[in-house]
């Protein structure tokens, strides 16, 4: 049945996905009115996130932020479909690298590196990240239930010289390529909320106190590698900027979660900046009422 769907599913994603960028933005406009006005598809969700994040603002302020929001999570669908044929010289034009001298730095370190960001503006297009570091570069992703779809994207994602590996599986393939001395980039998106029973830490987060993943830290001390945050700013629709910045290259001389706050503190300023670029869909504060008393 999961191969059915795929051969039925799949001929009209590539189809999609070779339609040119001023098509799809009319097809992500359509549907923005199909998924906010009609379906109202998590309204409630984004909003009680948006009160618990900016308890300063008034109702119609957040309301705006929320259906800004709205239609950059349409475009960002249609952008990880647009994946599947998006050609290396297009991805270059709408993905631009700020500061790349920074990969010699990371380069010249010789270690590896634990690269730590938030589901904000553009995350996906960073799978071009290979063509800008001789390191390798490694992605952690969540398997897709659809065994044909789970091999179809990974086969995607890899296209431009990066390799994804199951969540699960990160930590053997980590092992693998230290004991052959293989420099790496490992990519790991941190905001998100933790299954409680795996939390480590609590801390702040967009004025909530709520359990945090702590998982890059720990690596990161464990193995001594450098810590790299990646910042996206949105320049305009289907355009990104995407910056990078050491945040410590000496892991083991911070205190334990000083890293994690302060990837955090990162994040949070991002997201203060241009609140409707944010991930609001996931139920990020949903522990909130679990989180232990001072």
């Given amino acids: ?47 009680n996130n948006l009160i618990l994040a900016f308890p300063e603002k008034d109702i119609k302020e957040l309301q705006r932020i929320r259906r800004d929001f709205f239609k950059h999570f349409v475009d960002i669908f249609i952008e990880m479909i647009k994946t599947f044929s998006i050609s290396r010289k297009e991805i ?22 634990v690269l730590v960001g938030a589901h904000y503006a553009n995350w996906e297009w960073i799978v071009n990240l290979a063509n800008y570091t ?36 990160t930590i053997k393939k980590l092992l693998d390529y230290k004991k052959e001395d293989k420099k790496c980039i490992y990519g790991l998106l941190s905001d998100q909320s933790p299954h409680i029973s795996k939390t480590h830490h609590w801390g702040e987060f967009l004025n909530v106190k709520v359990p945090l993943h702590t998982g890059a830290e720990m690596l990161a001390k464990k193995h001594d590698f450098a810590v790299v945050y990646m910042s996206v700013k949105k320049v305009k629709r289907s355009h990104y900027e995407i910056s990078y910045e050491i945040m410590t290259d000496t ?44």
Avoid at 23 to 31: G, Q
Avoid at 156 to 162: D, I, L, Q, T
């Fill in 1 to 47: 049945m999961q191969r059915i769907i795929f051969y039925t599913i799949y001929p009209f994603l590539w189809v999609f996905s070779r339609l040119p960028f001023f098509v799809l933005h009319r097809i992500s406009d359509f549907f923005f009115v199909i998924i906010y006005h009609l379906i109202g598809y998590r309204k409630k969700v984004v909003l």
């Fill in 134 to 169: 001789n390191m390798h570069c490694v992605g952690a992703y969540t398997r897709i239930t659809n065994p044909y779809f789970d091999k179809l994207i990974k086969t995607n994602r890899s296209r431009f010289g990066a390799e994804f590996v199951q969540t699960s599986k």
């Fill in 92 to 113: 270059e034009k709408r993905y631009k690298y700020v500061n790349k001298e920074i990969f010699s730095e990371i380069e010249a370190l010789d270690k590896s590196v």
């Fill in 251 to 294: 892991p083991r001389n911070h205190e334990d979660y000083e890293i994690t706050e302060q990837f955090l503190r990162k994040a949070e300023q991002q997201i203060y900046e241009t609140p409707e670029y944010y991930f609001w869909t996931h139920k990020r504060f949903k522990y909130k009422d679990r989180a232990p008393k001072d």
